[in-house]
């Protein structure tokens, strides 16, 4: 068993780094063709115009918290990096009890999910006690999601181990600069391309995936050629970890953290607030602590005061024989108030115009008038982000593809 690592779990290096992420993700959104990272990051304070600063500096003050001590404004006034971690350590000194990680907005607009840090700690010192051993750890996700903090952040501070980030490494420099029983964060794409990678990576690596689901085919594409073992990890924003497999043939296994209860989850702190959690997909219970996952509870959105049901309209979109796949959402407010609709077409050739006035009729005769997209965009897979997770789309980005947005 690792004995507990008494200090904080934040430093210069580890701030300057969710920093970075939480910088580069917000930059994305903000200007799509921004090159990242920047020449000197240090001067990326400097280099923002005043509605990005003010974008950023909001995107740090939510997920730091600093609210709680009133130190928010002054990252305003940042003119180097250096200056937005000085700030933000200064704050985690007085109020380190709480973190907001932006969700995914998979599933609707994102929002912030505030989590207790001791209760994340809960989670780590779990998976501390349970991996066996591990020389080192490396990963290739983003360091500010909540999976990425929990594994890249707080487990090599639990665990006094050294993290390397690995985004952009091959296999075989992976396998150079490690040493062997290491632990490596991924994500199920990521382990796709090392299955049909030719090298190895280190003696007895652990591969933890998470953030999509994994395919049951991964496990033998990987285990034990490339990994000793490869763990799902099954959650969300909301949720943290609620369930972990070693294989995809077996049922996730409930995270000792969690009970079970009629309603859903409730945690098993004694301390801790609120209601049962209720499940972000659908679960078929094997046992009292086994569990398959069966697909996701779409929430409803409200168009017009009404509530409509995206995946119950994309499942419809995907009725048609035109369509391949589809995905639908509700719209940015600065896009309209009525629901949109990303389109794989069966047919790559298929005319954008041609099938817009196509499915235009179509929903129109299928679907009742709130549940209509009014935006059609078309492409060749549905928005993804890195980690294989649905992603939102801005019309402004396919003007040549969209449909008229029509009044309601």
Known sequence: MHAPNHSPWWNRDRVQALVLDIAGSELRRLRPAAPWPPEDPQSLPDSLDSLERLSLS?????YFQMHQVGLEDALLTARRLDDWVDVILASLER?????????????????????????????????????GPVQAIAGVVPRHHIYGFLFTILLPWRLELSYLDARGLLAGSLTKQLPAESLIVGYPDYWRLIALSQGPLPERAQGLTSTAPAAPDLWPALVPRHLSRL?????????????WR??????????PLWGRVE??????MQDAPGAPLKLPDHLRWESADRFRVEGRRDAA???GGINV???????????????????????????GHRLKAFIVPADSDADPRALTKTLTDYVDRHLETAARPRAFTFGPELPRGALGKAEDWALKEFTSFQSSVFPF
């Open 58 to 62: 909001s995107a740090l003050a939510e």
């Open 95 to 131: 109020h380190a009890a709480t973190i907001g990680f932006r969700t995914s907005g998979s599933t609707g607009e994102p929002r912030c999910q505030i989590h207790r840090l001791d209760r994340l700690a809960c989670e780590v010192e779990f998976w501390a006690n349970s991996l």
């Open 263 to 268: 309603q859903g989850l409730e945690p098993r």
């Open 301 to 303: 959105v409200q168009v």
């Open 309 to 335: 049901y995206p995946r119950a309209v994309a499942d419809v979109l995907e009725a048609h024989p035109e369509v391949a796949r589809a995905a639908v959402r509700l719209m940015r407010p600065e896009e």
């Open 231 to 243: 763990i799902e990890i099954y959650g969300s924003s909301e949720t943290a970890g609620i369930g």
């Open 246 to 255: 070693t294989s995809g043939d077996e049922p996730f296994r409930l995270l």
